[in-house]
Nanobody, 121 residues
Framework: QVQLVESGGGLVQAGGSLRLSCVVSGHAFAVTAMDWFRQIPGKERELVAA???????NYAASVKGRFTISRDNAKNTTYLQMNNLKPEDTAVYYCNARIREHSYTNYRLYWGQGTQVTVSS
């Protein structure tokens, strides 16, 4: 069964850095777009960064210039390098991916379980 497994969250001081990872576990015939979202309690989940299979990227205005999304297609993994972190970046970070499990199935959207990022001032 396909799952997304995230790692790399934690507690960091303002100005610090963290690197999140999200790996597709289980068999996946194909993986297309992969995204990172974040959510603060009581607020809607917001898109942070997105990357296509051919490495085109897109960022939320609030993180542009500080965060970098990348992926390793051979490992079915996406990364989010977060630099110059701010207290307002504190949230649970989720990855998602559009995955086709078999050649005869359609793409489905999968979500990871989330990883907490806390930035202290």
């Amino acid at each position: 069964q396909v799952q997304l497994v995230e790692s790399g969250g934690g507690l960091v001081q303002a100005g610090g850095s963290l690197r999140l990872s999200c790996v597709v576990s289980g068999h996946a015939f194909a993986v297309t777009a992969m995204d990172w979202f974040r959510q603060i309690p009581g607020k809607e989940r917001e898109l942070v960064a997105a990357i296509t299979a051919d490495h085109n990227t897109n960022y939320a205005a609030s993180v542009k210039g500080r965060f970098t999304i990348s992926r390793d297609n051979a490992k079915n993994t996406t990364y989010l390098q977060m630099n110059n972190l701010k207290p307002e970046d504190t949230a649970v970070y989720y990855c998602n991916a559009r995955i086709r499990e078999h050649s005869y199935t359609n793409y489905r959207l999968y979500w990871g379980q989330g990883t907490q990022v806390t930035v202290s001032s």
